[in-house]
């Protein structure tokens, strides 16, 4: 079955700084990748999501690029906010079968004022 | 706002008592889903309906069943909790005739304790 790795597990940065994470999936088949975004308290929200027919996929500060070949993906957020600060999973699924989708661990996030 | 309610957003219960936790939508959505959230670990798919197919996830322990008596409602039934089923329990839908076929709606989520 579909495994997804993500890193980092923690990630600080300063406002305004970029940041990046980055996932590894295992099976060649699946074929969608979202990003979802956990505020404490909260059930995870869609943030970006891309299909692997895409390379890359933007909106506004956030940017998802997806290499096929070598099964990785990643969240780019630039102009980083302390709004920003929250647990990131990555995600991957192949919308063919079921569609369920294989999270990562995850990410903590924090923006420093 | 359409969305995905959880009932009740915290919930106590004893070791070995049956619990019950809802879940609700007003998206007309015919996927829903749960999933079991451990402290710092990613959600986890225990089963879900395609309308009123049941999918149950290969690992997902016999203690946990589930019942989907119409479109809006779905419950999870923990027949008999242990201390290691307190979690997150988070409800999602997905609308696979849609316009976003493949998008999942969460839920706030159900945080269950076990004493």
């Known amino acids: 079955g579909e495994n997804v790795e993500q890193h980092p597990s923690t990630l600080s940065v300063q406002e305004g700084d970029s940041a990046v994470i980055k996932c590894t999936y295992s099976?060649?088949?699946?074929?969608?990748f979202p990003w979802y975004k956990q505020e404490l308290g909260k059930g995870p929200q869609l943030i970006i999501d891309?299909?692997?027919?895409?390379g890359e996929k933007k909106d506004q500060r956030i940017a998802v690029t997806l290499n096929k070949t070598a099964k990785h993906f990643s969240l780019h957020i630039t102009e980083t906010q302390p709004e920003d600060s929250a647990v990131y999973f990555c995600?991957?699924?192949?919308?063919?079968?079921?569609?369920?989708?294989?999270f990562g661990k995850g990410t903590k996030l924090s923006v420093k004022p | 706002d359409a969305m995905v309610i959880q009932n009740p957003r915290y919930q106590v219960t004893q070791f070995g008592k049956p619990v019950t936790l809802s879940c609700s939508q007003t998206?007309?959505?015919?996927?829903m889903y749960w999933y079991q959230q451990k402290s710092s670990q990613a959600p986890k798919l225990l089963f879900h309906?395609?309308?009123?197919?049941?999918?149950n996830e290969a690992d997902t322990p016999d203690n946990f069943q589930s019942r989907r008596p119409n479109t809006s409602f779905c419950f999870l039934d923990i027949r008999s909790p242990g201390l290691g089923d307190a979690a997150m329990y988070l409800c999602a839908t997905s609308n696979p005739d849609g316009g976003r076929p493949y998008e999942q709606y969460f839920g706030p989520g159900t945080r269950l304790t076990v004493t």
């Open positions: 099976d060649s088949a699946s074929n969608y």
């Open positions: 998206l007309n959505h015919n996927v």
């Open positions: 995600a991957a699924s192949n919308l063919g079968s079921q569609g369920n989708l294989i």
């Open positions: 891309i299909r692997s027919n895409v």
């Open positions: 309906y395609y309308d009123k197919d049941f999918n």
